[in-house]
């Protein structure tokens, strides 16, 4: 199911989204993007755009090379970017890529990581999820490699591939695709299950290899490793010790037992990965007197974040047995300590965090970043650094009407620091120390950045909820949001930097609760950073709110990275392109740009392609998700506009928007649509943008349980049937992509 995760917390809540790409090479990379679309709009420019750009050993142009030491230079053909013919919409169970494209599978659930551990039969009996690729590929990022196999930014040929694993495909309670006849569906969970299924979630990174024109992972590569719900994980910055994270697992309160649902990514400027834990929640339980037997306030953050007593967990994982890897999954108070060490009713305060990895060094301890705040974390976007400047952190909560943040550094950006010789240490010292700022638009177009921190009034006052410290507002943000007024988005997912001008942009990805008569707290009118509201069919479906979701921008004010205000406009709103202009297609998308549910989005750092990727429900009667390749302009670039609705108490309701300048056929241009059920997800490409590695995640998710056992009752068989591994179970992948002239992607 695409996108049900409209809900706060829903236990069978399934998406996901990947995230920005920017570190090595960061000016060179600005440089480049600037000089391509320089090229791409004057073609006379480019006797000096190559000049500088082979000086750089980038290639901007297609055409050979190799001949040219017998030869003298040939004049080059410029590069243009978006020249590709647009893919249409499908509902077919492939992966569709532009003419002179190719597309291939590369690492798919439970593809063997070591020599050990046997080739996957895809038929539910395979174990040993420890040593083979997890389910739900999601963000992910490239790490490039020497020819050698010496971590190298630059490395273009041989490097590594770190993503995330968000979940796994389920029906009630069990991931059914990994059971031979569908699995258990009533409690107790057999334990034998429930270690499959914790395993297949968590982090990979798998070393890809390029071999002629072909890509392929290498088994039994050093580099090779699985990061499950299981793995001890430090807890670092401001919440490290505090006693709301005190639990039997970590009395000191210094560490987590793994990571989960992690959804976004982002590579940190000096080359470590991050990736962003979003719903978590649901994987948990509470007794149904767990209130009474807290008696705190820990009860107003526990509802706040998804789990109010009696819930149900997504997996029942807590009943396996009584080993304490399955306890923890309960969050009850059921110990007799005062301060949690004896039980997890803390367990959940670990969990909601965007975590760090040095993907080349297995042996440093990954960390989970608690300054940067505990929410549903998506994508983690970073400032273009600057010398002596301080470096931002870009994030989103991804909840229906939840918040945007930013962290800001206390440390300066050292240019020694894009290279380090301890990637972690360098993590500790800009990501442990600085200030969270949640975003507060304004109908005027304008926005402040408002610091969550004890020394706000709003939040010393706040009556809802007492915070004792600066680590019980990070690991409650989404209260101290609510405390300072913070501006509700239509679920903010990715967000990533654009690197040609620093504006940052966010997708937004539906709200089926905008409405023009709100009733209940969880309705929302339309305003102006959220200014849809309307209805789209599916069928006989009526779909409410803002069903595609738009994606909108920033540009920071004064201060730069550290800025307290920014404008913003939107840049794009997704809608099919025969919808109404006037309230619902306001970009005006034709057939070849026409959208649903923006999830995925970051800016090539390479070519400056601003990629943007669904996961959607609302338009999949028409087509399957897809990627979208953009050459955006830039904030205010387009024009105020004035949206008019009539209330059910017969008045108008007008709400004033900014609509960024409409793209067109050279701008904007749909580059892939995935395969049946699946969504589209994880951008990442080698530092020569010649090849790029994109992930499909949960084709066939709504092949039922009852027909496991038919093959030819699954939605998909995708990527069996594109001849790639055992069996007919669909199954997650990562693709990698390359143009058959050698080319760099979306040109
Ligand atoms: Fe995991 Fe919000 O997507
Ligand atoms: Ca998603
Ligand atoms: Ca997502
Ligand atoms: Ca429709």
Not at 183 to 204: C, F, Q, Y
Not at 219 to 246: H, Q, Y
Not at 528 to 533: D, I, L, V, Y
Not at 566 to 591: Q, R
């Amino acid at each position: 199911m695409n996108k049900p995760n409209d809900l706060a917390i829903s236990a069978t809540d399934l998406n996901d989204i990947d995230s920005n790409a920017s570190h090595d090479n960061h000016f060179n990379s600005i440089l480049n993007a600037r000089l391509s679309r320089r090229t791409w709009l004057r073609g006379s420019a480019v006797t000096a755009a190559t000049a500088v750009m082979g000086s750089m050993g980038l290639s901007a142009c297609g055409g050979g090379s190799d001949a040219a030491a017998v030869t003298p230079t040939p004049t080059p053909t410029p590069e243009k970017l978006l020249a590709f013919t647009a893919v249409p919409k499908s509902l077919a169970d492939v992966v569709s890529v532009p003419a002179g494209y190719t597309a291939t599978a590369l690492y798919a659930l439970g593809d063997s990581l070591r020599a050990a551990t046997p080739a996957y039969k895809n038929d539910g009996s395979d174990t040993d999820f420890d040593n083979r690729a997890g389910d739900h590929h999601d963000g992910m990022e490239y790490y490039g490699l020497s020819a050698a196999g010496a971590p190298l930014a630059s490395g273009a040929e041989r490097g590594l591939l770190a993503m995330n694993h968000e979940a796994t495909t389920d029906e009630k309670l069990s991931s059914h695709f990994l059971h031979v006849n569908g699995g258990t569906t009533s409690l107790p969970r057999p334990a034998a299950e429930v270690d499959k299924e914790v395993a297949v979630h968590g982090l990979s990174v798998v070393e890809v290899k390029k071999t002629g024109s072909a890509w392929a992972t290498v088994n039994d590569s050093a580099f090779n490793r699985r990061v499950t719900p299981l793995t001890d994980i430090e807890l670092a910055g401001p919440v490290r010790s505090n006693a709301l994270v005190v639990t039997k697992y970590s009395p000191t309160g210094t560490k987590t037992r793994g990571t989960i649902n992690n959804c976004g990514t982002g590579k940190s400027p000096w080359g470590s990965y991050l990736s962003g834990e979003e719903n978590w929640a649901g994987y948990f339980t509470r007794s149904a007197t767990d209130n009474a037997a807290r008696g705190d306030k820990s009860v107003v953050s526990l509802n706040r974040y998804g789990r109010s007593q009696g819930g149900a967990s997504r997996h029942g994982w807590e009943t396996g047995g009584s080993d304490d890897k399955y306890a923890r999954w309960n969050l009850s108070k059921i110990g007799a300590s005062t301060n949690g060490s004896d039980d997890y009713r803390n367990e959940l305060n670990g969990m909601g965090y965007i975590v760090e990895m040095d993907p080349y060094d297995k042996t440093k301890a990954i960390r989970k970043r608690t300054a940067l705040g505990r929410y549903a974390h998506e994508s983690a976007a970073f400032s273009v650094p600057a010398v002596g400047q301080q470096l931002a952190v870009y994030m989103g909560d991804d909840s229906r009407n939840e918040y945007i943040y930013k962290f800001v550094s206390t440390a300066v950006w050292a240019a020694a620091d894009a290279n380090p010789a301890d990637r972690m240490a360098t993590g500790d010292k800009y990501l442990d120390s600085g200030k969270l700022y949640v975003a507060k638009l304004a109908a005027d177009g304008t926005g402040q950045w408002i610091e969550l921190a004890m020394s706000n009034a709003q939040i010393q006052a706040y009556s809802a909820y007492k915070f004792a410290d600066l680590a019980d507002v990070l690991v409650n943000a989404r209260l101290a949001a609510d405390a300072v007024g913070a501006t509700k988005m239509d679920r903010p997912e990715w967000c990533s930097v654009n690197p040609a001008n620093g504006e940052i942009y966010y997708t937004l990805t539906n709200n089926s609760n905008r409405t023009v008569n709100p009733s209940g707290s969880s309705q929302l009118a339309p305003d102006s950073a959220n200014p849809r509201a309307y209805t789209d069919m599916k069928g006989s479906s009526a779909q409410n709110g803002n069903p595609n979701g738009h994606i909108i921008r920033f540009k920071e004010g004064t201060g730069a990275a550290a800025a307290t205000s920014f404008t913003w406009d939107v840049y794009l709103f997704g809608a099919e392109s025969g919808a109404d202009a006037s309230k619902i297609n306001l970009s005006n998308l034709t057939a070849d740009q026409d959208f649903s549910s923006p999830d995925g989005l970051a800016f090539s750092p390479y070519t400056g392609i601003c990629w943007i990727q669904t996961d959607d429900g609302a338009y999949t009667d028409v087509t399957n998700c897809m990627m979208l390749a953009a050459i955006p302009g830039k904030v205010g670039d387009g024009a105020k506009s004035t949206l008019n609705y009539a209330t059910a108490a017969g008045g108008n309701l007008a709400v004033d928007t900014f609509i960024g300048k409409k793209p067109t056929a050279d701008t904007l241009k749909r580059f892939l649509v995935g395969p049946v059920g699946s969504e589209i997800t994880g951008i990442s490409e080698t530092p020569d943008g010649k090849t790029m590695f994109i992930n499909i995640q949960h084709p066939g998710e709504n092949t039922s349980l009852a027909n496991i056992g038919d093959p030819s009752k699954y939605t998909s068989q995708w990527p069996a049937n594109a001849g790639y591994g055992a069996g007919k179970r669909p199954r997650s992948a990562t693709i990698v992509i390359t143009k058959n002239d050698g080319g760099r992607i979306g040109s």
